[in-house]
């Protein structure tokens, strides 16, 4: 079973950076994607960057494109995503999530109900 704890979160002012972590305890085979998304109050959850674990293909929504970044580090365990250049609209609480996409539900990249296994989350806050 896949374990996941994200941290980092935080409240900055519009332009600022954060980087949350996200440790990661149990097997993730290669076929798995592992990604960040994010949730604010009353809206859906919104996959926001991904990482296929076999070749490190990268996918984000249009609307971090050029200011977040994803990455992961094995030796660590630890899956990261880098945010600068923060704006209000930020604001939510993120989620790391890991999903096989060789199973019968994946629905693509991006998509919440591709992924199985979820952190608690961290709060990001972006204030203008």
């Known amino acids: 079973q896949v374990h996941l704890v994200e941290s980092g979160g935080g409240s900055v002012q519009a332009g600022g950076s954060l980087r949350l972590s996200c440790a990661v305890s149990?097997?993730?085979?290669?076929?798995?994607?592992m990604g960040w998304f994010r949730q604010a109050p009353g809206k859906e959850r919104e996959g926001v960057a991904v990482?296929?674990?076999?070749?490190?293909?990268?996918y984000y929504t249009d609307s971090v494109k050029g200011r977040f970044t994803i990455s992961r580090d094995n030796a660590k365990s630890t899956l990261y995503l880098q945010m600068n250049n923060l704006k209000p609209e930020d604001t939510a609480m993120y989620y790391c999530?890991?999903?096989?996409?060789?199973?019968?539900?994946?629905?693509?990249?991006?998509?919440?109900?591709?992924?199985?296994?979820w952190g608690q989350g961290t709060q990001v806050t972006v204030s203008s």
């Open positions: 990482i296929y674990v076999s070749d490190d293909d990268t």
């Open positions: 149990g097997y993730i085979p290669s076929q798995y994607s």
């Open positions: 999530a890991t999903g096989d996409r060789w199973s019968q539900t994946w629905d693509g990249s991006l998509a919440a109900q591709s992924y199985h296994n």
